[in-house]
T-cell receptor, first 114, second 110 residues
Framework: KAGVTQTPRYLIKTRGQQVTLSCSPI?????VSWYQQTPGQGLQFLFE???????NKGNFPGRFSGRQFSNSRSEMNVSTLELGDSALYLC?????????????FGPGTRLTVL | GESVGLHLPTLSVQEGDNSIINCAYS??????FIWYKQESGKGPQFIID?????DKRQGQRVTVLLNKTVKHLSLQIAATQPGDSAVYFC?????????FGQGTRLTINP
């Protein structure tokens, strides 16, 4: 069974631009969560989608948004990029919402904002 | 790897020794805790979990201890191996979302 895949793996953008990251969950998984990992703040929860609905949201500004499609694939978008948005963005999938012991992470997308 | 640049607490142990990684959590209402392992270039990997109605849980070569009185969690790894080199994170389930600790980098000396 294929794992969680994230594309692209690396991305370089400039301030003010917007970016879209993609996550394909493990087949059969309906929950997708997104996390931001930075040296200063560590791992922080962004949001979770389940069956195309946002179930929960972390403490991030409205510039961070996401969506989930009917095939459970998810995208997250960051608009008006700031230098501080440089981070590793991780997505994780599970069959059910909140099933952390059955949640699998992808390798992440490394975003660099110049 | 992804953890490069992180100013993390570091624990160095000899191969074959036991490792103990500690974590303090913040929310006394948290009822579920997880330990993750993150190797360079990879996303976090679930190791073991524990619910707040337990004090101890054992897995394969790993044990998690929970002290709710002082809001402290520890991960014990028995007979540490080179493949255990990684950053280890604890996480607590608060308000239906995970809150992660800063992590500890475990290095193994041959």
């Amino acid at each position: 069974k294929a794992g969680v895949t994230q594309t692209p793996r690396y991305l370089i953008k400039t301030r003010g631009q917007q970016v879209t990251l993609s996550c394909s969950p493990i087949s059969g998984h309906r929950s997708v969560s997104w996390y931001q990992q930075t040296p200063g703040q560590g791992l922080q929860f962004l949001f979770e989608y389940f069956s195309e609905t946002q179930r929960n949201k972390g403490n991030f500004p409205g510039r961070f948004s996401g969506r989930q499609f009917s095939n459970s694939r998810s995208e997250m978008n960051v608009s008006t990029l700031e230098l501080g948005d440089s981070a590793l963005y991780l997505c994780a999938s599970s069959f059910a919402s909140g099933s952390y012991n059955e949640q699998f992470f992808g390798p992440g997308t490394r975003l660099t904002v110049l | 790897g992804e953890s490069v640049g992180l100013h993390l607490p570091t624990l160095s142990v000899q191969e074959g020794d036991n490792s103990i990684i500690n974590c303090a959590y913040s929310n006394s209402a948290s009822d579920y805790f997880i330990w993750y392992k993150q190797e360079s270039g990879k996303g976090p990997q679930f190791i073991i979990d524990i619910r707040s109605n337990m004090d101890k849980r054992q897995g394969q070569r790993v044990t998690v201890l929970l002290n709710k009185t002082v809001k402290h969690l520890s991960l014990q790894i028995a007979a540490t191996q080179p493949g255990d080199s990684a950053v280890y994170f604890c996480a607590e389930n608060g308000a239906q979302k995970l809150v992660f600790g800063q992590g500890t980098r475990l290095t193994i000396n041959p």
